[in-house]
């Protein structure tokens, strides 16, 4: 009886049961990480194409993933239970996550990490940095924007303090490191300010870090300018300064009086870009994160303004 079950798992048709599944469009968040999901569907098949060729199913094995919080892992998702979600504005959320026995996450600030989703039956996956400090202990927080149609959203939407998410990471290019620049330019627009916030943290809770920081956040209104009372504290810190561009609104008549003056209106282009350029006190390297659209135009503005392609970094 033994032989004859053996000889069944060796059939082409049991083989092709245990081959992986490509994955869909959907379940890719597009942001160029690596491993990315493709990636490890390829080193899958081929663990898979190499255990039907020698008929050993052992080779199958590898990291498998964990339904248990864990340590944080690039390859395989990893839950973590939600312990707090704060609506910000209409559509944003602040959402924390509880790191077991008060370790920490594990990565650099500005890294970001991929969510993966359920909704109908399809998985999707999105890239998302978290805004707590790289060193923050049992806990990470992440920023996240919800869109009308998005399927992500509904996901995301449906989620209640106590429910578990999962995970993968961390994953970036950018590693900030002390004293390396004169001064940091950043430029973010909406959630683009994400990657930003832990940079900014890291700089000023260093009392030997003396790089400058200039912060920029575009936003369509006041409303709906993110993390007002953190921007703020920052902003006291003698090598920061931040400043706003509001999109929807036209006039600073409204705006509290701290804001008034390092608020423009419109969208940031080619002459402010100049002007922010200009009246950095060091050499800055510029950060920008948001939009495709966004991004592609501010790296041309950075360009026209004088900056080199290396002297500036896209998230």
């Not at 059939?11 to 942001?31: D, I, K, N, V, Y």
């Not at 369509?220 to 993390?227: A, G, N, P, R, V």
């Not at 509001?246 to 209106?265: A, G």
């Not at 659209?293 to 290396?310: H, V």
Request: some cysteine; glycine content about 6%; aromatic content about 12%.
């Amino acid at each position: 009886m033994m032989g004859e079950r053996e000889e069944d798992d060796d059939t082409e048709e049991a083989w092709l049961q245990l081959r992986p599944m490509e994955p869909l469009p959907s379940q890719c968040c597009g942001s160029g990480c690596s491993p990315c999901v493709f990636d490890l569907y390829h080193r899958d098949l081929a663990r898979w194409e190499a255990a039907r060729a020698s008929k050993d199913r052992s080779l199958l094995r590898g990291p498998e993933s964990q339904s248990c919080p864990s340590k944080l892992n690039p390859e395989t998702f990893v839950a973590f239970c939600i312990s707090a979600m704060d609506r910000l504005t209409k559509d944003t959320y602040r959402v924390r996550f509880a790191i077991p026995g008060n370790s920490q996450l594990g990565l650099q600030p500005g890294q970001h990490l991929i969510l993966r989703g359920i909704v109908d039956d399809l998985e999707i996956q999105r890239a998302y940095t978290p805004i707590s400090p790289a060193n923050a202990v049992g806990y990470f927080e992440v920023l996240i924007k919800c869109y009308q149609m998005g399927l992500m959203s509904r996901y995301v939407e449906s989620w209640r303090a106590g429910d578990t998410a999962f995970w993968r990471g961390p994953f970036g290019d950018f590693f900030y490191k002390p004293n390396q620049y004169g001064e940091l330019l950043m430029l973010a627009a909406g959630t683009g300010l994400a990657p930003m916030v832990p940079i900014l943290q890291s700089i000023t809770d260093n009392e030997d870090d003396e790089t400058f920081v200039t912060l920029v956040g575009c936003f369509k209104t006041f409303e709906s300018i993110y993390l007002k009372t953190f921007l703020q504290e920052q902003a006291c810190f003698w090598n920061v300064r931040t400043f706003f561009v509001l999109s929807q609104e036209s006039s600073s008549e409204q705006l509290p009086w701290s804001y008034q003056e390092k608020t423009r209106f419109g969208r940031l282009g080619q002459d402010l870009i100049k002007e922010l350029v200009s009246c950095c006190r060091r050499k800055p390297f510029a950060l920008v994160c948001g939009s495709a659209e966004f991004s592609k135009d501010i790296a041309r503005c950075l360009l026209c303004a004088g900056l080199t392609e290396d002297s500036y970094f896209l998230f």
